[in-house]
């Protein structure tokens, strides 16, 4: 049975929330001023829901996320998550988005690009504004031209984009860090491949 259910979980950043259906993520939820707030946040985005213990798959996706903004180099890509997209195009600029390891970054303008719309940065900056699984699609690892980090709708804004970045040791216009794992070690790899509503 996919039964819905919500929990708070203590980060590096603060107290971020995280729901569910079945064992697929739909909302992540990223610090507000205060625990209270955040719940307040989650039970916006999903009315349906009361706080419960997370199914294995999610506690291992929760698992990552702590561990990701604790500046662990965990790879979020394989857990599965439920996003209405608005159109193909943000369905792309997802899997371009998920497919950006910790530690590097892309412009809004390479995220177009790789999706199949040269100049389309615009139209990627609106799909990241209406991201509902933040941090597990990193839109936190797009930035403006330059490596700027602008136009982060989670709380905090900007601030909260630039210390997640700092955390995971992403370095200016997506070059490698020294957060990429050592020769012969791979980047941990949660959770399995994402389910999307189209």
């Not at 804004?157 to 990429?180: D, H, M, N, W, Y």
Request: with cysteine; hydrophobic share 40%; glycine share 12%.
């Amino acid at each position: 049975m996919d039964r819905p259910g919500f929990t708070l979980l203590p980060t590096a950043i603060g107290t971020c929330g995280v729901a569910w259906r079945g064992e697929v993520i739909e909302v992540v939820a990223l610090p507000e001023a205060d625990d209270a707030a955040t719940e307040r946040r989650v039970r916006r985005a999903v009315t349906d829901f009361e706080r419960a213990a997370p199914p294995p798959a999610v506690q291992d996706a929760i698992d990552g996320i702590v561990a990701l903004l604790a500046g662990e180099p965990v790879d979020l890509s394989g857990v599965a998550v439920t996003v209405d997209h608005a159109s193909a195009f943000t369905r792309r600029v997802h899997e371009v988005v998920r497919a950006i390891p910790p530690g590097e970054t892309r412009t809004y303008g390479e995220v177009a690009e790789l999706a199949g719309e040269p100049g389309g940065a615009q139209a990627v900056g609106r799909a990241m504004g209406s991201n509902p699984v933040p941090i597990i699609v990193p839109c936190h690892r797009v930035v403006g031209a330059g490596g700027r980090p602008v136009g982060f709708s989670a709380p905090g804004g900007v601030a909260t984009k630039q210390r997640i970045l700092r955390i995971e040791g992403a370095a200016a216009g997506g070059q490698p860090s020294l957060f990429e794992p050592a020769p012969g070690q791979p980047t941990a790899v949660v959770g399995r491949p994402s389910a999307s509503r189209p």
